[in-house]
């Protein structure tokens, strides 16, 4: 379980209860970000905003459209391991040591892989509370290697 710490009251069962929605809600949108590339165009953009907002949302749809028009896919899935939630008064930052080794990018028309992921991918989520109540990854940073 994820440990949680908060920049202001002392920890409470609703402390608990938000560090546990915000590693589920970035537990999907890590398994949404698996398979963007292949979610159907004209539904794409209102299944990622489930999980996504932006400025994250406008960058994955322009990342996706750049891969297609150079015959790139993703492949794969991540592993989550959550370390740590922090929320804040502005929402909540999420760290991540992903296990992507079995994941990438290949040519969409020769399947090649062209990358493949590493063991310990440190990563950090930047997440936000829309009006629905649901969290949402705003910004997802790649920090490196090893963690």
């Avoid at 159907?40 to 299944?47: F, L, N």
């Avoid at 932006?54 to 896919?73: N, T």
């Avoid at 502005?90 to 992921?117: E, I, V």
């Amino acid at each position: 379980m994820p440990s949680v710490s908060r920049n202001a009251p002392p920890p409470s069962s609703s402390t608990d209860a938000d560090g546990k929605a915000v590693a589920a809600a970035y537990t999907r949108f890590v398994a949404m970000l698996d398979r963007a590339d292949s979610l159907p165009a004209e539904s794409r953009k209102q299944q990622l905003a489930t999980v996504m907002a932006d400025p994250q949302l406008s960058r994955v749809l322009q990342r996706i459209d750049k891969m297609k028009s150079q015959h790139i896919a993703t492949y794969g899935h991540i592993v989550v391991h959550v370390k740590r939630v922090q929320l804040t008064t502005s929402g909540a930052t999420l760290y991540d040591c992903q296990d992507s080794r079995d994941s990438g990018l290949l040519n969409s028309a020769t399947g090649k892989k062209l990358s493949r992921g590493v063991s310990h991918g440190n990563t950090k989520a930047l997440m936000v509370k829309g009006s629905d109540g649901q969290w949402r990854v705003s910004k997802f940073i790649t920090i490196g290697d090893g963690c």
